[in-house]
């Protein structure tokens, strides 16, 4: 279906027409008027012209098909997302090109390695507040354990308790040190 539209047709009223009514004239607006900055997006992800053009189209083709199913109301927000992880997929099903390699090379390795103190600090002080939470005992016997490399039993001597019992303090703290760097991951991550 294809009807007249207003020149100054906001990407929501399109998107609404694209949605309720297959109108192919609006799809056409909200492509002319997005196309060109998604793939912006998609070629500074993939430094290929063809690559970024064949994602952004892939993506056009997906949401006509699949405009009926798609429960997002802010349509940009979803293609660049779409593109994005599209991108990302073909980045790490392709080999890496000459000028992505040089993108790569320009990246200041301090950067990086700046990153990584910062990650490690924030990981060990994650851990740290993770064991001051614990119980005192579970975490002396974890710190025992873990820090000063002491074995089961002569933990189990020195602080006068079962083997059994150091066991299962040992195995108290690392899972509420796992499921918390769980948590802190996905929030460092994908909060970024």
């Known amino acids: 279906m294809v009807s007249k539209l207003k020149r100054?047709?906001?990407?929501s009223e399109l998107l609404s027409l694209v949605v309720d009514k297959d109108d192919e004239l609006a799809f056409s607006k909200l492509f002319k008027m997005l196309w060109q900055p998604l793939y912006v997006k998609a070629f500074n992800l993939l430094q290929s012209e063809s690559i970024a053009e064949d994602v952004v189209q892939e993506i056009w083709v997906d949401f006509w098909?699949?405009?009926?199913?798609?429960?997002?109301?802010?349509?940009?927000?979803?293609?660049f997302q779409a593109v994005t992880y599209k991108s990302y997929k073909e980045l790490r099903d392709t080999k890496f090109t000459t000028s992505q390699l040089e993108v790569l090379e320009?990246?200041?390795?301090?950067?990086?390695?700046d990153n990584q103190i910062h990650y490690l600090e924030a990981t060990k002080n994650r851990i740290d507040t993770v064991l001051d939470a614990l119980p005192e005992r579970c975490k002396e016997v974890f710190v025992l354990s873990r820090y000063h490399?002491?074995?089961n039993a002569d933990i189990s001597q020195e602080l006068?308790?079962?083997?059994?019992?150091?066991?299962?303090?040992?195995?108290?703290?690392?899972?509420?040190?796992?499921?918390?760097?769980v948590y802190f991951f996905v929030l460092i991550f994908f909060l970024k």
């Open 8 to 11: 100054s047709a906001t990407i």
């Open 106 to 113: 320009q990246i200041p390795a301090q950067e990086i390695e």
């Open 65 to 79: 098909n699949r405009r009926k199913t798609i429960k997002n109301e802010n349509l940009e927000a979803y293609l």
């Open 149 to 151: 490399g002491m074995k």
């Open 160 to 181: 006068d308790i079962s083997k059994r019992s150091v066991e299962s303090y040992i195995s108290r703290a690392l899972k509420a040190i796992k499921e918390n760097l």
